[in-house]
């Protein structure tokens, strides 16, 4: 079945850029029926969607993060990627990737939700 | 400061219904299917229910999903020790562009 895994630094200083990629493995990454998504959360907080990008390339941001985020894919590679600049220690949180769904269902619509998830990753940020 | 409104915590009794609310406004939850998402702290959430009711594989029938107008339920019935949770409620935000989460609710089963 489709996994999701994160990977990429746990410590990141201020002011740098963190930077995670999330593999895809089991399954396409080429399908029109997801948006390929990273989502947060804060020590003892709840979930933030961070953005999400499609397999054409097309990417939707969060407008609290977007002048400080970049998010990438390649196919090739089956993996997408999270780039968020100018770090300060708000932005330590887990990190996840996940699959959100936008299968459209004759008589029911779209389905978006997040029906798959990575396991996480945590990223501190501090010097 | 989460965009969909959650009751902090919710507790019940082993066999119990407990329900659990959640509230946004016309640009959410008034407007899209909301979700909910289980996540045992320490893990990664997983999706409950979508499309305000269905519930994909392996969820059992005792969890529902209901919604009207801009709120929505959940309802956990046969209150079980391994329902100690945090639940989250989502929708897509037309004014956003994206996804919305609430705050959660802790489920706590005495």
């Known amino acids: 079945q489709v996994q999701l895994q994160e990977s990429g630094p746990g410590l990141v200083k201020p002011s740098q850029t963190l930077s995670l990629t999330c593999s895809v493995s089991g399954g396409s990454i080429r399908s029109g029926d997801y948006y390929w998504s990273w989502i947060r959360q804060s020590p003892g907080g709840g979930l933030e969607w961070i953005g999400h990008?499609?397999?054409?390339?097309?990417?939707y941001n969060n407008p609290s993060l977007r002048s400080r985020l970049s998010i990438s894919i390649d196919t090739t590679k089956k993996q997408f990627s999270l780039n968020l600049s100018s770090v300060t220690a708000t932005d330590t949180a887990v990190y996840y990737c996940?699959?959100?769904?936008?299968?459209?269902?004759?008589?029911?619509?779209?389905?978006?939700?997040?029906?798959?998830w990575g396991q996480g990753t945590m990223v501190t940020v501090s010097s | 400061q989460a965009v969909l409104t959650q009751s902090p915590s919710v507790s019940g009794t082993p066999g119990q219904r407990v329900t659990l609310s959640c509230s946004g406004g016309s640009s959410n939850i008034g407007s899209n299917t909301i979700n909910w998402y289980r996540q045992v702290p320490g893990t990664a959430p997983q999706l409950l229910i979508y499309r305000n009711n269905q519930r994909p594989s392996g969820v059992p029938d005792r969890i529902s999903g209901s919604k009207s107008g801009t709120s929505a339920s959940l309802a956990i019935s046969g209150l079980q020790s391994e329902d100690e949770a945090d639940y989250y409620c989502a929708t897509w935000d037309d004014s956003l562009h994206g996804p919305v989460f609430g705050g959660g609710t802790k489920v706590t089963v005495l």
């Open positions: 990008i499609y397999y054409s390339g097309r990417t």
């Open positions: 996940a699959r959100y769904d936008i299968t459209v269902t004759a008589g029911a619509g779209r389905m978006d939700a997040f029906d798959l």
